[in-house]
């Protein structure tokens, strides 16, 4: 069996069961600042083949200058078979790939460690480090602090590092007039020195600045994506509210109507069966609209409003058991169990998720309750078809049911998910080995144990 912290360690999405609701959930990955990757498709393919378009135009412009405009003698024909080897490869991408295709991280640093290594040829050829435009190799791994990970803007700073170390020590003569013009070698070694300091210094400033404008991007992503979610929950709200007013009244005729069928109907009538069952699906349609107008806060500050995990966890679990689905909770904590609050959050939304597993377990549910002093984790378990992966894609999303023809509305394990969040839980979905799903629902025991506030 699968436990709740595995659970919890893959729950990128979380997974749903095969034809019910589905529930969201933050998808797994690398933060924003982190330092091994989780760039991937942050920047499109398109945007560094226009940067390298520019670069290509500037090296071709400066080459024919100095050749033509200076009268300088510059190596023309290998400078250009240099500056051709990128135009070519911007055609071959530009033709193979979409305008809209985007680089890993690693394709990104490989595009940009071409850039680096095409420029210091460029340069060995036209006077190494002695030539001004040298500065231009800091260029690429700027850029790459901006977009890329610290690992694969360090591997190109080390690309850096072993060009200007080659140029140093190799490069053809600085193209210059009738008087050639050579720099001491302690100039040269300085220039050096400061290109390898400068591209440490501004891709570390860089990478820290552009990571918290990342992680404040993401944050506020996410805080959307949260008020987002409270829109939906306070519309379902109101729609709750509209409907036990509206359904008040003809269910009330149902009822009068079903207890005049069954004053009519004899004791051994066929009909006897059906109107029997009427009345206590009325009855049961009532105690639903009873259940959403009642004021959560009321129960919270009554006198049982303090009970064990356990009670609490029964109180959900009692109005889903039936005959022909068996019903268990195991305890297995450590410790003295978790007195709690009557969370109505956790009462309803655990309900809901019960509900959905007793729909489609063959002939159990288990609800499985442990506890240690960090953390309290449920676990609700049964022997259904387990996960369907065909809707991995669009979980979370309310009003997404896989059956529409027992007329639910896709609400249940949404609403589960975002009321159970509300208490400080969080929920995965998998499968279990030996088949059915599993739902693992994890509380900070600290947050779950907290006194109620002063009202």
Aim: glycine fraction near 10%; include cysteine.
């Amino acid at each position: 069996m699968a436990g709740p912290d595995s659970l919890m360690a893959r729950a990128g999405p979380p997974l749903s069961r095969g034809g019910g609701d589905a529930v969201s959930g933050k998808s797994g990955g690398v933060a924003p600042g982190d330092w091994r990757g989780g760039f991937d498709g942050r920047v499109r393919l398109r945007t560094l083949v226009l940067i390298r378009w520019i670069a290509v135009i500037g090296q071709l412009l400066a080459l024919l200058f100095v050749q033509f405009g200076l009268a300088f003698r510059v190596p023309l024909a290998a400078g250009l078979a240099v500056v051709g080897v990128s135009v070519l490869l911007n055609l071959v991408l530009t033709l193979i790939y979409p305008a809209s295709a985007r680089l890993s991280d690693r394709g990104a640093a490989a595009y940009l460690a071409f850039d680096i290594v095409q420029l210091a040829v460029l340069l060995g050829l036209t006077g190494g480090l002695e030539n001004p435009f040298a500065l231009l190799i800091l260029v690429p791994v700027t850029i790459s602090a901006t977009i890329l990970s610290l690992l694969s803007t360090g591997a190109l700073g080390l690309v850096v590092l072993i060009c200007v170390a080659a140029l140093d020590f190799r490069h053809l003569p600085l193209p210059w007039g009738a008087q050639a013009l050579t720099l001491p070698g302690l100039y040269v070694a300085g220039t050096a020195a400061a290109l390898l300091l400068g591209t440490a210094f501004i891709a570390t400033y860089v990478w820290q600045v552009a990571a918290e404008a990342r992680r404040m991007t993401d944050a506020l992503a996410a805080t959307q994506m949260a008020l987002a979610r409270e829109q939906q929950l306070s519309a379902l709200g109101g729609l709750a509210a509209a409907a036990a007013h509206e359904l008040g009244t003809p269910l009330g005729t149902i009822t009068l109507v079903a207890k005049e069928l069954s004053r009519e109907v004899t004791a051994g009538s066929p009909l006897a069966e059906d109107v029997a069952l009427l009345s206590s699906q009325a009855e049961r349609c009532r105690e639903i609209l009873t259940r959403l107008s009642h004021r959560p806060e009321a129960e919270s500050h009554s006198a049982f409003a303090l009970m064990p995990l356990s009670a609490l966890v029964e109180a959900a679990v009692a109005p889903h058991r039936r005959s022909r689905v068996a019903l268990e909770i195991e305890l297995k904590g450590h410790g003295p169990q978790p007195v709690v609050r009557r969370h109505a959050e956790i009462v309803h939304g655990l309900g809901n998720l019960v509900q959905n597993a007793v729909d489609f377990a063959r002939d159990a549910v288990l609800i499985v309750i442990d506890w240690d002093a960090a953390e309290v984790r449920l676990l609700v378990q049964d022997d259904g078809p387990g996960i369907d992966p065909d809707i991995l894609g669009a979980l979370g999303e309310p009003y997404l049911t896989t059956r529409p023809d027992d007329g639910g509305m896709g609400l249940g394990v949404f609403i589960a998910q975002t009321l159970l969040g509300h208490t400080g839980g969080r929920v995965a979905f998998g499968n279990r080995p030996e088949g059915g799903c599993e739902v693992a629902i994890l509380w900070p025991r600290a947050i779950l144990e907290a006194p109620a506030p002063v009202a």
